[in-house]
C-alpha cells in the first residue's frame, strides 16, 4: 500500500485512494479488513486546522476544541465526553463527522444491509445499542457526539465541491443507496462555520463515564425563541428532533425501548438547561 502525504490542494488525489486523517478510525477498519486501499493519502497537510472566530479547520481536533472558550458550549462538551483523551488528541473534526457505525454487525463483516446484503441482523439479532428512529431498513445508531452538536448549532461546512449544512451531510441508507453520508469519493472537507448561539448543552447517557459512545445523546441551542434539538445513538443518523413531542412517534425495537426514556429525560434536562 503507497501513502501519499499531498501539501497543497491541486496536488492530484487518485480515484482509488482512501482519505486519512488523525488514522483512529481508519487503521482499525483496515486492520479488520472492513477497509480496503491501493493508495493512503494523509490530508494533515492540506486541510486546515485550527479555530479563527466562528470558523474552524475540519483537521482541528477534538482535543483542541474541547478546551478552547470560544466554542460554543455543546460543540465543547460533545468533544469533552468522547472517546478517550488519547483518540481525541489525534482523531479530527472531520474523521469524526464520517466515523462509520459501531454495529457489531456490520464490525464483524456480516453480509447485512448497510454491506450490501438483503438483511438487518440487529433488528432479528442483539440490538441494545441500535435505533430508536429511523431504522426500517438499517437499525444502526449514529456513534457521533460532535455531529448531533454541530447540526444543533446550525452549522455549516465548505468541501473542495461545496457548501452544505453540517444536517445535509448525512442521509438514511436506502435499497439503491446504502451510504450513510452525501459525500461523493474524493470530496474532502476542509472547514466549517459553527454560529454562536445565546445558550447551547449537550448531555449524553453512556455505559460508563468515560470512553463510550451514546446511548443517547442530546444537543441542544437557543437564540432568542429559536431552539433545535437533536439526538446522537438513536438513528442511524445525527436525528433531528421537531419537538419534545416527537419522542412519542419513535419506533424502537425490542432491545431499544429503554433508549425513549432515557431520551426524554435528557430532552426534559437540556430544556431546563437552555431556558
Ligand atoms: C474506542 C473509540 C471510542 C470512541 N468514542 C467516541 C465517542 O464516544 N463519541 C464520538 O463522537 N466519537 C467517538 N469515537 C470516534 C473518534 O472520535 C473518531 O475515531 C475520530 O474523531 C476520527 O477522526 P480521525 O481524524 O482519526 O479520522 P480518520 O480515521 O483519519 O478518518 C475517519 C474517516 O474520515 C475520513 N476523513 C478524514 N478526514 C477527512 C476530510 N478532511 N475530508 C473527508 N474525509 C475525511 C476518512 O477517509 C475516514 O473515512 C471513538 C473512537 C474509538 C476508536
Ligand atoms: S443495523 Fe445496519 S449495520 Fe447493523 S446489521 Fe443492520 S443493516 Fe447492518
Excluded at 486546515?48 to 465543547?76: F, H, K, Q, Y
Excluded at 482523531?91 to 469524526?96: C, D, E, F, I, P
Excluded at 453480509?111 to 446484503?117: Q, W
Excluded at 452538536?149 to 453540517?166: F, N, P, S, W
Aim: proline fraction near 7%; hydrophobic fraction near 40%.
Amino acid at each position: 500500500m503507497e501513502l501519499l502525504q499531498p501539501s497543497s490542494l491541486d496536488d492530484p488525489i487518485p480515484s482509488n485512494s482512501l482519505l486519512l486523517s488523525g488514522g483512529t478510525e481508519v487503521v482499525p477498519l483496515l486492520r479488520d479488513g472492513l477497509l480496503d486501499a491501493d493508495v493512503l493519502v494523509d490530508v494533515r497537510g492540506i486541510v486546515p486546522r485550527g479555530i479563527d472566530g466562528t470558523r474552524i479547520g475540519a483537521g482541528t481536533t477534538l482535543a483542541e476544541l474541547e478546551v478552547d472558550s470560544a466554542i460554543p458550549d455543546a460543540l465543547r462538551e460533545a468533544c469533552r465526553l468522547a472517546a478517550s483523551p488519547q483518540l481525541r488528541n489525534m482523531g479530527s473534526l472531520a474523521g469524526n463527522l464520517l466515523q462509520s457505525t459501531r454495529c457489531w454487525y456490520w464490525r464483524l463483516d456480516f453480509p447485512c444491509r448497510l454491506h450490501g446484503g438483503d438483511t438487518c441482523h440487529a433488528r432479528a439479532g442483539e440490538h441494545r445499542e441500535h435505533a430508536i428512529f429511523g431504522n426500517g431498513f438499517c437499525a444502526s445508531a449514529h456513534p457521533s457526539d460532535v455531529a448531533a452538536a454541530l447540526i444543533a448549532l446550525g452549522a455549516t461546512m465548505r468541501t473542495t465541491k461545496r457548501e452544505l449544512a453540517v444536517a445535509d451531510l448525512y442521509r438514511l441508507p436506502t435499497d439503491d443507496d446504502r451510504s450513510l453520508t452525501t459525500l461523493e469519493p474524493g470530496e474532502l472537507i476542509l472547514e466549517l462555520e459553527v454560529p454562536q448561539p445565546e445558550r447551547s448543552t449537550y448531555l449524553k447517557a453512556m455505559e460508563r463515564r468515560r470512553w463510550s459512545f451514546p446511548i443517547v445523546g442530546v444537543a441542544a441551542a437557543r437564540t432568542g425563541d429559536e431552539r433545535t434539538i437533536v439526538l446522537a445513538g438513536v438513528a442511524p443518523t445525527p436525528w433531528v428532533l421537531d419537538s419534545p413531542e416527537a419522542l412519542a412517534d419513535a419506533t424502537p425495537l425490542p432491545g431499544t425501548a429503554y433508549k425513549v426514556e432515557i431520551a426524554q429525560a435528557l430532552v426534559r434536562r437540556v430544556l431546563q438547561a437552555l431556558a
